[in-house]
């Protein structure tokens, strides 16, 4: 089996399925979105770090979500904007190289379920527990949450990685547009696979369900004290920023959730390619519209940056 490890030691990565007329424009179009998820991303890390108004718990949690989302998406679309250029013969990658991609990849899907969840408990702080919520979030608790958020997703996808790594593998190619733990596994004809399939199942049910229950708890908590609670404008911020705290976990959950489980069903490969796809291109694209936007001293600061800039040119 060694022998046959070494012989595959380059993979051909399927990548995606475009048909010629298409190529460019899909190019075109991926680049564009790309160019846009970074910029806007990376823009707003450099907003909250240099604005001293923006210096709070809440914001300082946020920016957890634009550099996993960086992450998440500079690990799959420079490869695949790549790959589209080549003919499907020629897309190959080295073993290594997959691996260092599918742990990465992991790492940017556990941690936008880790991120949003110590976002949640700030605003739960933050609502249901106003007058201690200086005391609660300080920083060394800022600190503290995101280093648990990034500790969690490395420890947990550390060893989901490591279990498939020990496996030979007798197969080389990648039937997906880019590398996960899911491609590689497949890339095994080892017997010995059971510890594989029962972490991977514990993984994924463990962190959805801890996500999903995190999240919906404190929600439901904090919906219970907006409906016991006379202060209309206490009520309104907490529905305007769960609202939009919401609607990202929801399009995050059901992207992701849909390509996971759609790799048990080989009749459905071209769907679950795309929604593999779209889950590194919908959150990370939306986040910052609708974090920032919705966020009024964020839309003010780039609104007196426009202008700003505008007065200059």
């Known amino acids: 089996m060694d022998n046959l490890t070494f012989r595959h030691s380059i993979l051909l990565v399927e990548g995606l399925q475009v048909t010629p007329q298409s190529t460019y424009a899909v190019f075109i179009l991926l680049l564009l979105v790309y160019v846009f998820i970074m910029v806007s991303n990376i823009a707003l890390v ?38 589209i250029l080549k003919e499907t013969s020629e897309r190959y990658i080295t073993y290594v190289e997959c691996v260092v991609q599918a742990y990465f990849v992991h790492i940017f899907v556990a941690a936008c379920h880790y991120v ?6 700030d605003r739960y702080v933050a609502i249901c527990n106003p007058l201690r919520y200086t005391a609660i979030m300080t920083n060394k608790m800022v600190i503290k949450l995101s280093a648990s958020a990034w500790g969690l997703s490395v420890l947990m996808v550390s060893i ?6 020990r496996l030979s593998h007798c197969r080389s190619k990648i039937e997906n547009p880019f590398c996960d733990n899911a491609s590689l596994f497949k890339l095994s004809c080892d017997d010995g696979v059971v510890v594989n399939n029962v972490y991977g199942i514990i ?9 999903i229950l995190s999240v919906f708890i404190t929600y439901g908590k904090i919906a219970t004290v907006c409906i016991t609670s006379k202060n209309k404008a206490l009520n309104s911020k907490a529905i305007k920023t769960c609202s939009t705290h919401l609607a990202v976990y929801l399009i995050m959950l059901v992207s992701g959730s849909t390509f996971i489980f759609l790799h048990r ?27 920032g936007l919705q966020t009024k001293e964020i839309r003010q600061k ?3 940056f426009w202008c700003r800039e505008k007065g200059t040119s």
Not at 160 to 165: E, H, K, N
Not at 203 to 211: A, E, G, I, M, P
């Open 46 to 83: 450099i907003l909250i770090s240099t604005e001293k108004n923006l210096h709070h718990p809440m914001h300082f949690l946020f920016c957890n979500l634009p550099l996993n989302d960086i992450l998440g998406t500079t690990v799959i679309l420079p490869r695949l904007l790549q790959d």
């Open 116 to 121: 949003l969840i110590i976002m949640a408990f």
């Open 160 to 165: 989901l990685i490591g279990l498939t790594v």
């Open 203 to 211: 993984y994924t049910v463990v962190l959805f369900t801890f996500s």
């Open 265 to 291: 069903f080989p009749l459905y490969s071209e769907s679950r390619k795309l929604a593999s796809i779209m889950f590194h291109i919908v959150p990370p694209g939306l986040n910052p519209l609708v974090y």
């Open 302 to 304: 780039f609104a007196k």
